[in-house]
């Protein structure tokens, strides 16, 4: 599925990395454990997660994640922005909850990686 | 690629609690070991084990030192930390066993992963602690060992 589909879907916001409003996103993984992230080998998934903190975009930047939702409308910080940015990784925020986004995208046919 | 016979060294510094500055010194490694076009799932593995040992001094320790040597060979990271040290190593090894403060749990820390995905992504992994001053740790990822298991 395309992320400008996922974002329409999420009534989410786009913060940064408009280029990849085309990727598709075939699997996601969600968890507010970095540690936990960090053991998904995969790299070409959506993570979905309601720590927004400067670690979840260093985490991300590790694994390689190019595609990172944040739920429940978190506040982004500048510092956030700006490593995202640097990282060329698409930031999307939903005021949908954890269980919901989940919900909707796996009944959608996104795949879990585990 | 390097030749033979050369190496790159770097040296961090890491400062115990400081979270917004924590991974700096895996984000730069990141770097170094693309522009030498490492494998993506060697550099994975390497930037992975360094961000969880950088994170930990972050996360446990007082204060220490990150020494990276990258040859054609090998990715070796020394890191040593004033700090509590570890009482049990093995029970430290184990996964879920943390002694993580509220505080690093907010920031996604906590869970106890750490050092079992340090020992998975990495080729030779050694811990040495002395209980009241601090930890060395030891991590080395073979450049050419792509499947990811220790050997
Ligand atoms: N550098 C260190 N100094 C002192 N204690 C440490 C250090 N590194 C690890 N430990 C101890 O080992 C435990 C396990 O570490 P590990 O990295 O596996 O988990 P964690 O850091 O608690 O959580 P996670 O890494 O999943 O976020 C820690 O909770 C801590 O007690
Ligand atoms: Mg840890």
Redesign the pocket.
Known sequence: MRLKKIIDLLEGNLLCGEERLNDEVEFAFASD????VLTVADSEILLITGLANIQTIRTSEMSDISHVLLVRNKRVTQEMLSLAIENGIALIESPYSMFKVCGILYNLGIKPVF | MLYVGVSLQFRFHVTGGDFSSAGTASSEIKKVLKKLNVDGVVIKRAVVSLY??E???V???FE?DIFVNISSEKISIL?K?K????VDISK??E?G????SPQ?REM???????????KRNSDFMD?Q?VVGE??T?QIEIYINNKNGEQE
């Open positions: 454990l970095m540690s936990d | 969880e040992a994170v930990n001094v996360a446990h320790a220490g890191l930390d700090g509590p040290g570890i430290a090894m996964e066993f943390s002694t993580a690093v996604g820390f906590g869970a106890g992963m750490g050092l079992p995905n340090i811990i602690s601090g930890t740790l």
